[in-house]
Structure formats: structure tokens, C-alpha cells
């Protein structure tokens, strides 16, 4: 066992680990090396400027291999370097330095203040961690969701609004309702654009242009940073002012809530005991009460929900506020993106976990369909609406509100009724587990 402070590094590092290559400081040292070493393989394109020779594709390859072949000794070297410069985008200047020909120190971090190089590199690391571990992993659990939705598209059960028993659903469409609310955000998560900034000290490319007036430098600009993959922010102060990862952040701050629902939602389900859970061997839900499998991995969801909640609220509010043209409170903050994915990972691990153990008690549900008979009281008023009956709702309300309901106290009541008697029939045939509407075809809508 490690010792640690983040339980993200700690308790859950295998349930985080695949994060590391995107959020660790060694994953930012070499996102830098990236910025830095594509941006003097640019600079050789660009035919006005006389002082640097054009590279080949050989030294190009060789260059890139700087931050691709990066490894646990690069980075310690770079950690080395820093504890001189105290400046870690230095330390990686200087690292490069002694990867190359020295007629090739002069061009490296040429012109560029560090915010140029960390937008870039934080920007990415988010957008490639969303894209390659945050994103499948949350189509996975859609995909789960999805199953279960058709699985139980007929199975009947008793709704719950304010708490009271409310017109029956079935599990398979509520569970849909969830999935098509994180699929319409995974939509948005995939197309958002990221917005990268690399115009110099206050974004004016004021030393760029004393150095090379004649270079287009915000052609140049927008080449480079759509070469990232990148929209280029051309109109910005020292920083890029992070609007647009406000607005990725804001897109997980809404899956997050819409987790949390999900999640109290089978909590209360499996208290209900309409849902049960799936034994296993060894495993003790309680150390007193033997009993007891708790409902831990959706418990574990919303608490982990909330936190990175909390963290990405904070980013959110915090990185598009810069004091004048700079300040330096944006880069501790930056540091915590990958803290706030992770705690939102673990959720949608725990999740699936809770899933894969979940088991619907039919006999429950149905016994719960059959205690609450009142449930039909809005199909009667509303036929009797239908027909013209004035008062519908308040007769209904006079026979039902408060009171206890059974099959035979209702059937008195819709025999007594002033309506055609296919109406009263199509009333009688009416069951709590078949008074369902549409909620078996919008189970399976796609």
C-alpha cells in the first residue's frame, strides 16, 4: 500500500489509473513538450523567418520522438531542472535544449509567454481524456442502461410523485428517461469546440512582430492551433479566458446531476425492496447486521458526484475571472480538472457496478399495484370528462382522497356512473399493472 492524501491515488487509484497518462504531472510535462515541440517544428514551415533552416521530415520524426518516446526518467530530469528554475514551463525550455543541436536553442518558447504553451496543453489533456476514457466509459454505461430499459419495458410498477403512490410506469421506461437525458449530453460532449489562445505576453504578438514584421502571424496562429485540433481564440488578453472549457465543464456538471437522479433513484428503489440485489460470496454489508446488503455503489456514485460537482462549479466560476490583462490564480485551480474527472469516473464505475447486481422483484411490485387501486381514480375522471360529467374530478377526489381503495369499492362506483356502458367496461377492465398508457413503446424509444 501507497501512502497518499487523494483517495483518488489512495483506496480508488485502479479505479482512476487510466486517467494518469492525461492528468499526472508527468501527463502535463509532456503535453507541454508536445506544444512546444510542434510549435519549433511550425516555426521551420514558415518561410520569413531567415534565422531558422527548414526541417526535414527525418528531424522532424526525431523532434517529435522527444515528447512520444517520453518516460519516467524525462520527467524526473524535468523535475531536476525545476528545482533551479523554479518555473516548470522553463524546466521543459531547457529540457528540450539538450535534446537538440545547440544552432537550436534560440527558436525554442520563441516569442511565447508560458500561458501560451499551458492553455494549450490543459485544454488538451481535458478534451483527449473526455475523449478517450471519460466518454466511452459513459457510452458504456448507456449502453447498459439501454439494455435494462427493453429488458423491463412491460414491467409494471407503481410511480411515486411527492412521495404518494402516482399513474403506474414500468421500470423499463423510467430507466429511458435516463438515458435519453445522458445521451443527449454525450451529443453535446462529443461536438463541443475547445478554444486554444498563442498570441504572446497579452496576446498582441508584440515581440513577433518587432522580430518578423513581415510573418502573418495570425494565419499563423490559427494554422498552428488547428493543427492541435483546436478552434484558435484570436482576440484574448495574457490568458485564454477559458469560456470554452468553462462550458465542457459545465456539460459534466449536468451528466453528474443527472447521475446523482439515477442513482437516489435505484437507492430508493432497492429500499422499496422492488428492487433487489444480488448476493456475493464473502462480501458483509453491515458489521452488525448480517442482514444487510446496502446499496453502497450508488451511494458511492452520489457522494463522488457531488465532489467533482463541487470542484468543477468552482473552475467554472473561478478561470474566466483574470485580473486585468493577468493573473496567476488560474494555474493552481487548472491543476484539479483531472481531480474533479476522476471523482466522476469512480461514479460511473460504481454505477455499473450496481447495476450489473441489481434484480427487479416483480412480486413486490405487483403487490404494491394491487394496495393502491386509487391509482385509477385519473383514468375514471378523465372518462367522465370525456362524457360530458360535470364535477368529474371532485367526485373522484370525494370518493378516493384519503381513503382506502380496493378493486370492488371502485367497481361500485364506476357501475353507479351516468356513461355508456362501454365506457363503464373499458373503466372495469382497467388493472393498477395495466392502467400504463404508453410507457412500454417509449421503454424501447430510440
Known amino acids: 500500500m501507497k501512502d497518499s492524501i487523494s483517495p483518488l ?12 497518462p492525461y492528468f499526472s504531472e508527468k501527463a502535463l510535462m509532456r503535453y507541454r513538450l508536445m506544444v512546444e515541440i510542434e510549435y519549433l517544428i511550425a ?69 511565447l509567454t508560458s500561458e501560451d504553451v499551458n492553455n494549450l496543453s490543459y485544454t488538451l489533456m481535458w478534451k483527449d481524456a ?35 403512490p402516482a399513474t403506474p410506469t414500468t421500470f423499463g421506461k423510467e430507466i429511458n428517461v435516463f438515458s435519453k437525458r445522458i445521451e443527449r449530453q454525450i451529443k453535446g460532449v462529443i461536438s463541443h469546440k475547445f478554444l486554444g489562445k498563442f498570441g504572446g505576453a497579452t496576446g498582441t504578438w508584440s515581440t513577433h512582430m518587432v522580430a518578423y514584421p513581415k ?29 470554452s472549457m468553462a462550458e465542457s465543464y459545465h456539460q459534466i456538471i449536468r451528466i453528474n446531476t443527472i447521475l446523482t437522479d439515477l442513482s437516489k433513484d ?4 432497492i429500499s422499496r425492496r422492488i428492487l433487489g440485489q444480488k448476493k456475493i460470496k464473502g ?72 447495476i450489473k447486481r441489481i434484480k427487479i422483484n416483480e412480486t413486490l411490485m405487483n403487490l404494491e399495484l394491487e394496495d393502491h387501486w386509487e391509482v385509477l381514480a385519473e383514468a375514471v375522471q378523465t372518462v367522465l370528462r370525456k362524457n360530458g360529467k360535470e364535477n368529474a374530478y371532485e367526485k373522484l377526489k370525494e370518493l378516493t382522497r384519503g381513503y382506502s381503495i380496493n378493486q370492488k369499492s371502485l367497481s361500485i362506483f364506476i357501475k353507479e356512473l351516468d356513461i355508456p356502458e362501454s365506457e363503464k367496461r373499458k373503466l372495469l377492465s382497467l388493472t393498477p399493472s395495466t392502467y400504463i398508457g404508453l410507457a412500454k413503446k417509449i421503454s424501447r424509444l430510440k
Do not use: C
Open 9 to 20: 491515488d489512495g483506496r480508488y487509484s485502479s479505479d482512476t489509473e487510466e486517467l494518469l
Open 215 to 243: 510573418v502573418n502571424w495570425l494565419q499563423f496562429t490559427k494554422d498552428y492551433v488547428k493543427s492541435l485540433e483546436l478552434e484558435p481564440n484570436l482576440v484574448t488578453t495574457q490568458i485564454e479566458p477559458h469560456d
Open 43 to 111: 516555426l521551420s514551415k514558415e518561410k520569413a523567418l531567415d534565422g531558422l533552416p527548414r526541417f526535414t521530415k527525418t528531424e522532424q520524426s526525431e523532434y517529435r520522438k522527444i515528447y512520444l518516446n517520453f518516460n519516467n526518467g524525462s520527467a524526473n530530469r524535468i523535475k531536476k531542472i525545476e528545482q533551479q528554475t523554479n518555473h516548470d514551463v522553463k524546466a521543459v525550455e531547457y529540457y528540450i535544449r539538450g535534446k537538440v543541436n545547440k544552432a537550436i536553442h534560440p527558436w525554442i518558447h520563441f516569442a
Open 283 to 354: 462480501e458483509v454489508g453491515s458489521s452488525a447486521m448480517p442482514h444487510k446488503i446496502n446499496p453502497i455503489q450508488f451511494e458511492n456514485a452520489e457522494g463522488n458526484l457531488g465532489i467533482s460537482n463541487a470542484i468543477l462549479h468552482h473552475l467554472t466560476t473561478k478561470l474566466p475571472i483574470s485580473r486585468m490583462q493577468r493573473d496567476l490564480s488560474d494555474s493552481t485551480t487548472l491543476r484539479n480538472q483531472g481531480v474533479a474527472l476522476g471523482h466522476s469516473l469512480l461514479a460511473i464505475k460504481n454505477i455499473s457496478k450496481g
Open 266 to 269: 435505484f437507492w430508493f428503489y
Open 130 to 164: 473526455l475523449a478517450k476514457i471519460y466518454v466511452p466509459k459513459l457510452k458504456s454505461l448507456l449502453k447498459e442502461l439501454k439494455l435494462l430499459s427493453s429488458k423491463y419495458a412491460g414491467s409494471a410498477m407503481l410511480s411515486m410523485t411527492h412521495g404518494q
